[in-house]
């Protein structure tokens, strides 16, 4: 499938690992997310024929091909993921497409982990924006931009200010599989 760009607004909180933390949960609240809930065949002999038919498999794989059915049946007849962890585990490598995939705050414009949300630097502000406070609309102008300045699964924020106060955050990343 490949990663998916996406992007919030969030209202502004002076806390931001506190306002991050509370976007995260919306977007899983709302469902606003990719769940891998493959279709699978009915039974064992379906889903081998049809791993037959793709030229890759032989008889000898016939074993591991049961029980990666079974495994990936009693995965997807799990209930839908209660929590945020669920969630992750549940999708793993697949990610959710959405904020949910970036678990790690920082503060620290230098910081290049993988799977954080990361502020622009001033020099970075001042670079994209030729200010330090730049406005919603500005934002959603530069917003490709942002985006391009990070690496997949990573996140990046920015204060947004109307009139020198800031009203909101915005967080953009790329993510998924």
Same mark, same amino acid.
């Given at each position: ?20 933390? &509370?976007?995260?949960?919306? $977007? ?19 889903? #081998? ?9 032989? &008889? ?23 929590? #945020?962890? @669920? ?19 920082? &503060?620290?414009? &230098? ?5 954080? !949300? ?11 924006? @030729? ?6 609309? $500005? ?15 990573? !996140?990046?924020? $920015?204060? $947004?200010? @109307? ?15």
């Amino acid at each position: 499938m490949g990663a998916s760009a996406w992007e919030y607004f969030t209202p502004y909180q002076a806390d931001h690992e506190k306002a991050f933390r &509370d976007l995260r949960q919306k $977007v899983f609240d709302s469902g606003d997310y990719l769940l891998d809930t493959p279709t699978l065949p009915s039974s064992e002999e379906e889903y #081998i024929e049809q791993a037959y038919s793709l030229g890759i498999y032989t &008889d000898q794989d016939e074993e591991r091909l049961r029980v990666l059915y079974r495994k990936l049946k009693e995965q997807y007849s799990k209930p839908r993921p209660e929590t #945020i962890e @669920e969630l992750i585990e549940w999708n793993a490598e697949s990610g959710t497409h959405a904020i949910i995939d970036v678990s790690s705050f920082t &503060d620290d414009p &230098d910081c290049n982990d993988l799977f954080t !949300a990361i502020p622009l630097s001033q020099a970075q502000l001042l670079e994209l924006f @030729e200010t330090t406070k730049p406005t919603h609309q $500005v934002i959603l102008e530069k917003r490709s931009a942002i985006l391009r300045l990070r690496r997949r699964s990573q !996140a990046t924020y $920015v204060i $947004v200010y @109307e009139d020198d106060d800031p009203t909101e955050i915005f967080f953009t990343g790329f993510s998924g599989d």
